[in-house]
């Protein structure tokens, strides 16, 4: 039988220890210092206000003083010169925003240091609702957390992910799902990508491989255009 391997462990400052090891022996334990980011799983959250506009300036105070929190934000592409979104990431300006400005998620865990965090700059206090419960439990926290991710979604993308979204808490039926997300001729649907992105068009056409053919605009002066898939389009009402 072959020996085991063995290796020369490097010391910090860069030279050769004495000591060798050999694979799968246990060579002691190093202990975690500092305080843990999060702690535990957290069982509700408050919301913290803070000042409009100061989200991302008041979470990195908290990470400066390990202290946990969850500001939503949602990032889009806008094109350069302009508002209007842009067709691709890569061809627009990235925007960032919070998703609720002046709101920030607080665990249960950190209420204990809400001295501490009221002492930070731009921070106001803890939002009531009077009689109404004033925090999230965990399934309403991770309802918020799907929402925001479909909300940093491409736009073709957020109608399904948002009625797949619904049906998965019980808000609307497998029935209605199929209504919401079905391509049918005749349909209204918005072009989320090409010359005519943003305009509303009709399905006109739908090939065996999926591709639609819209009218884009009304009657005798619209445009048609042939070979979108589901990806550049948006379904609407």
């Known amino acids: 039988m072959a020996a085991a391997p ?5 010391s910090r400052r860069g030279g050769r220890m004495n000591m060798q090891y050999r694979k799968g022996q246990i060579v002691g334990y190093v202990e975690a210092g500092g305080r843990l980011a999060v702690p535990a799983m957290p069982e509700s959250w408050r919301v913290l206000q803070v000042m409009p506009g100061r989200d991302a300036k008041v979470i990195k ?17 806008v ?9 691709r990431p890569h061809l ?10 002046g709101l920030i998620f607080l665990p249960d865990f950190e209420l204990a240091r809400l001295a501490e965090i009221r002492s930070i700059p731009d921070v106001d206090n803890l939002l009531e609702f009077g009689e109404l419960r004033s925090w999230l439990n965990a399934t309403e926290m991770q309802l918020l957390r799907d929402i925001v991710k479909i909300e940093n979604m491409l736009p073709s993308r957020r109608r399904w992910a948002l009625a797949q979204l619904f049906l998965r808490y019980g808000f609307i039926s497998v029935a209605e799902v199929k209504e919401e997300t079905e391509m049918r001729v005749g349909r209204q649907i918005r072009v989320a990508d090409g010359l ?3 305009f509303r068009a009709l399905i006109e056409r739908i090939d065996s491989k999926g591709r639609l053919s819209v009218l884009v605009g009304d009657g005798k002066h619209g445009v048609k255009v042939s070979g979108l898939t589901e990806a550049q389009i948006e379904l609407i009402d």
Do not use: M, N, Y
Request: with cysteine; aromatic share 14%; proline share 9%.
């Open 6 to 10: 063995r290796w020369d462990v490097a």
């Open 61 to 77: 105070a908290f990470g400066e003083r390990c202290i946990s929190g969850w500001s939503p934000t949602v990032v889009h592409f």
């Open 79 to 87: 094109q350069r010169g302009g508002g209007q979104p842009a067709r």
């Open 92 to 101: 627009g300006r990235r925007i960032e925003k919070p998703f609720l400005p």
């Open 196 to 198: 005519f992105s943003g």
